[in-house]
């Protein structure tokens, strides 16, 4: 019985919140390596694109919960999504026809880009604080939870509660079906395969008679899509606050930069090697040492970190990551 307190305690506390905190972190560093691996530098805005995207998804769902429209037990907020995406498109295609294009006619180097970007994210951090405030945000309706605490405990009878909450649940079914999407559109559309092609070799590619513009304007828009998807679901997941995208940047970039810059499939796998490396240094383990030792009492809480410098772990795996495998883990770019 200890023994099964102590994998529902894992499983309520680490497993669920670092599974969906991993998705939305890893939808937000596929947006981050895609930009790098095809348009060749970091975008430090991409916060920001998240923060702006997010606060249109809750203009929309105020909108449409003023006109009565719903989604029953799912958040309106999924319904708001496409018009966010696609307001956000709309954002990015113009910063990139003002701004970034000049910097890649005149071939400036990725550094400059890079500076450029920090202009472009703090533009578009007073536009989102302008747009929708500065307040903390809950905008989650429908049913709250998928298995609720008491009605584990009445079902199983075990001491330890579980809740799995609805928005969890469809940040992990959201990000599955995107990812897989994703994949499915650069290996099987011949505007996916001409990205791939521009990506690994931009002169070849430009030979082979594939249009530049086209390919950065389906980044930019995929770029959007995915930090607006990963922005929502975050903010539903726990509340929206503009300043908080900002902070998400360190995390995104490690999980970017630990699986390889330019690689999808190590954007993914990063996202979640940081959201669990986070969430199980900041846990107290006081709770399931207790339930797997027995006889075992500790003075303290067994807690690594506190939860205020859960951030303090990101840095150090991109700090450790940049110093002695710059390539990450499935060998993207160099930083």
């Known amino acids: 019985m200890d023994f099964l307190n102590a994998l529902v305690a894992l499983t309520n506390y680490i497993i669920i919140p670092a599974s969906t905190y991993g ?6 560093a596929l947006g981050v390596t895609l930009i790098y691996g ?3 530098f970091s975008n430090f805005a991409h916060g920001d694109t998240m923060a702006f995207g997010t606060g249109l998804a809750i203009i929309v769902t105020w909108g449409l919960q003023a006109m009565g429209v719903s989604l029953g037990p799912l958040p309106t907020a999924m319904l708001a999504l496409p018009f966010a995406i696609a307001g956000t498109a709309v954002l990015v295609l ?6 970034y294009a000049h910097y890649r006619r005149v071939k400036a180097k990725p550094v400059t880009l890079v500076m450029v970007s920090v202009g472009v994210m703090f533009v578009m951090n007073a536009v989102t604080r302008f747009m929708i405030g500065v307040d903390d945000i809950k905008f989650a309706d ?3 939870f998928v298995i609720s605490a008491r009605g584990f405990k009445e079902a199983t009878g075990l001491a330890e509660p ?3 909450r609805t928005t969890q649940l469809l940040t992990l079914v959201t990000a599955a079906i995107m990812v ?4 499915w559109f650069l290996n099987r559309t011949r505007t996916g395969k001409s990205m791939r092609a ?3 070799n931009e002169d070849l590619a430009l030979l082979s008679g594939i249009n530049p513009n086209q390919v950065v304007r389906v980044t930019w828009i995929i770029a959007a899509g995915l930090a607006v998807t990963a922005g929502t679901l975050y903010g539903l997941d726990k509340s929206f606050k503009a300043f908080n995208y900002f902070h998400l940047l360190l995390p995104i970039f490690a999980a970017a930069i630990l699986g390889g810059l330019g690689s999808p499939l190590g954007a993914i796998a990063g996202g979640f090697i940081i959201a669990f490396s986070e969430v199980g240094v900041t846990y107290a383990w006081k709770k399931v040492a207790t339930y797997m030792i027995p006889g075992f009492e500790a003075e303290g809480l067994l807690q690594l970190l506190s939860t205020e410098y859960k951030f303090a772990v990101s840095f150090v795996i991109l700090i450790a990551v940049l110093l002695f495998k710059p390539t990450g883990l499935f060998k993207g770019k160099a930083v």
């Open 38 to 40: 095809i348009l060749r």
């Open 142 to 144: 429908g049913a709250r």
């Open 23 to 28: 998705a939305q972190l890893a939808l937000g």
């Open 94 to 99: 113009v910063t990139d026809r003002l701004v």
């Open 162 to 164: 579980l809740a799995f």
């Open 180 to 183: 897989a999407a994703l994949f």
């Open 198 to 200: 521009f990506s690994d």
